[in-house]
């Protein structure tokens, strides 16, 4: 129901905010958050991380994934999918938004680095 939904929601967002891992929606905090899923990226992910400098598609890749965080891959995910990790991440915080970065783009990888 739609009650039941909105008092999970509550209970999840209390509970981030709580462990201080709720979104910041400032220009800092958000940076910083990119950047160092940028740098898990490049060290776990680093056939895809190299390919995409060679071809000039860093800055492009980097935009995409600042977006992909942000909104939490909504994008990207199912529904069931998404609300596992808003579940996760409203116990964890942002290390569940870098792990699950790190393992769509490597479970993409062979059809990341085919493209032109």
Request: proline residues 0%; aromatic residues 14%.
């Amino acid at each position: 129901s739609e009650s039941g939904v909105f008092g999970i929601c509550h209970a999840m967002l209390t509970a981030s905010k709580r462990n201080n891992w709720y979104f910041r929606t400032d220009y800092f905090n958000s940076y910083v958050r990119i950047k160092t899923f940028l740098s898990i990226f490049e060290d776990n992910v680093s056939t895809i991380a190299q390919s995409l400098r060679n071809k000039n598609y860093a800055a492009e890749f980097d935009n995409l994934m600042g977006d992909a965080i942000s909104s939490m891959f909504v994008e990207y995910l199912s529904g069931e999918c998404y609300l596992r990790i808003i579940d996760c991440f409203s116990v964890e915080g942002y290390k569940v938004l870098f792990r699950v970065g790190v393992t769509l783009l490597n479970h993409a990888q062979s059809q990341l680095l085919a493209c032109d």
